[in-house]
């Protein structure tokens, strides 16, 4: 989606194209570099310049994609960079070229925020502290790498649903090793845990090519949401710079409908609008977390809602009228120009659209019009809350006071983890607990 009127779409176009050719030649620069002993300082001053957003990511992808492992390597200090975009672009760069080398600052984000004290969970004060935490369990079940299951299986306990959900996505991605397909196993059996938690252990059982059903299942005691739920994962949206937002960008958006038990396993139900090419298309209902993200594409970012909440009445109207229209065979519109219907929407203005059937607002109605066209996911979901229970950490942030030689955390996260990484100590944090 593009922020501005329609009427001057075809010149940011032209200003796209133009922008990404300037980018290649950036790269084939980086390119040139890395061909010679200082290529990873070079590499990493390029990142830290102030010539452009653009031109640091495209340092850091050549960076993590480099056959060297003398440059590869630098991604992980790129990862524990103070600047939030640089720190972006590397998180993105490591899962797409599956960097072993950036795991252990990976591993450090996760156990950084679990362990923060006043931890909210889905009640955050700054949300991107989560979703830095949750883009980094995504990344880390993107780069496929054995060592990290025991460390997402630790860092399971204590966290709420949708970090569970995370986590045990990033476990299926990482195949049927050692402990990971019993352990999912047990979670899909489990009447502790929620329904949509159990929904995703059941579709990770079914990636891994496991038995996804059990005789006798034992009900939940809670579906884990409400239904009529705003659904939130990743996408491209906003502007034709979205390469360059300080986070994974939050693109999609749908309707949660409720949950399913058949054929003895736990299925989700959501309402959502994808382009006419996906399988399947435009307004549709499906029954998989798989699905909603595009195939584990994107992290899942959880359940929100208006900030007025919805009524019992309210949310029985958005559930109804989210089954109906899915089944009406509506097209996606591709130009965003008809966001809420009729008969083409996109996914944001179908969601927003359902929630203003019901009498319901969630985002100001001056982001779909105007100089504020059109609304896009992100929008929406800045512009509502999390409904979900507020979680106590379990974990505790060691004292002020605590001091560490040189390389013992590295030693002590890699314990915790239960991996054995060959680490750089010099761009391993020295606090993380």
């Known amino acids: 989606m593009l922020k501005a009127p329609g009427k001057f779409i075809i010149a940011l176009f032209c200003l796209f194209f133009a922008s990404r050719a300037a980018a290649g030649e950036n790269i084939n620069a980086f390119l040139i570099d890395t061909n010679n002993p200082s290529g990873t300082e070079k590499q990493q001053d390029r990142a830290r310049g102030t010539d452009g957003q653009e031109r640091?990511?495209?340092?850091?992808?050549?960076?993590?994609?480099?056959?060297?492992?003398?440059?590869?390597?630098?991604?992980?200090?790129?990862?524990?960079?103070?600047?939030?975009?640089?720190?972006?672009?590397?998180?993105?760069?490591a899962a797409e070229t599956k960097n072993t080398s950036a795991v252990v600052p990976l591993m450090a984000n996760v156990s950084a925020y679990l362990s923060a004290a006043g931890r909210k969970g889905p009640y955050e004060d700054n949300i991107r502290a989560r979703l830095k935490a949750i883009n980094s369990i995504w990344a880390l079940g993107e780069i496929g790498s054995p060592e990290v299951t025991n460390g997402l299986k630790k860092f399971y306990q204590g966290s709420d649903d949708i970090i569970k959900m995370n986590l045990l996505i990033s476990l299926g991605k990482l195949g049927p090793g050692p402990g990971s397909a019993g352990y999912i196993r047990e979670v899909a059996a489990s009447g502790e845990e929620t329904e949509v938690v159990r929904a995703v252990a059941f579709e990770m059982l079914e990636e891994m090519g496991q038995k996804a059903s059990l005789a006798g299942l034992v009900p939940s005691r809670s579906s884990g949401m409400e239904k009529g739920d705003l659904l939130y994962t990743g996408g491209m949206i906003g502007s034709i710079g979205s390469w360059e937002n300080s986070d994974l960008p939050v693109g999609h958006a749908g309707i949660f409908e409720g949950t399913e038990i058949k054929d003895g396993r736990i299925y989700?139900?959501?309402?959502?609008?994808?382009?006419n090419n996906f399988v399947p298309p435009g307004v549709r209902n499906i029954n998989s977390w798989k699905n909603f993200t595009h195939h584990y594409k994107f992290p899942f970012y959880g359940n929100r809602t208006s900030e007025v909440r919805p009524s019992a009445a309210q949310r029985k109207r958005i559930v109804q009228l989210a089954l109906e229209l899915g089944a009406k065979g509506l097209k996606y519109s591709v130009l965003h120009t008809s966001q809420k219907g009729p008969v083409e929407f996109d996914c944001v203005g179908y969601t927003e659209y359902i929630y203003e059937q019901a009498g319901l607002n969630p985002t100001d109605n001056k982001l779909e019009t105007g100089w504020g066209w059109p609304l896009t996911p992100w929008e929406q979901f800045e512009g509502t809350v999390p409904n979900a229970p507020a979680l106590t950490p379990q974990l505790v942030s060691a004292p002020a006071d605590t001091q560490r030689a040189p390389g013992q955390a590295a030693q002590e996260l890699q314990k915790?983890?239960?991996?054995?990484?060959?680490?750089?100590?010099?761009?391993?944090?020295?606090?993380?607990?």
């Open 56 to 93: 640091r990511c495209a340092a850091i992808s050549v960076m993590a994609a480099s056959k060297d492992k003398n440059i590869s390597s630098g991604l992980a200090s790129a990862l524990l960079d103070p600047d939030p975009v640089l720190q972006a672009c590397a998180l993105r760069a």
């Open 268 to 275: 989700v139900l959501i309402g959502d609008c994808v382009p």
């Open 416 to 433: 915790m983890a239960g991996i054995t990484v060959e680490t750089n100590v010099r761009i391993i944090p020295q606090r993380v607990y």
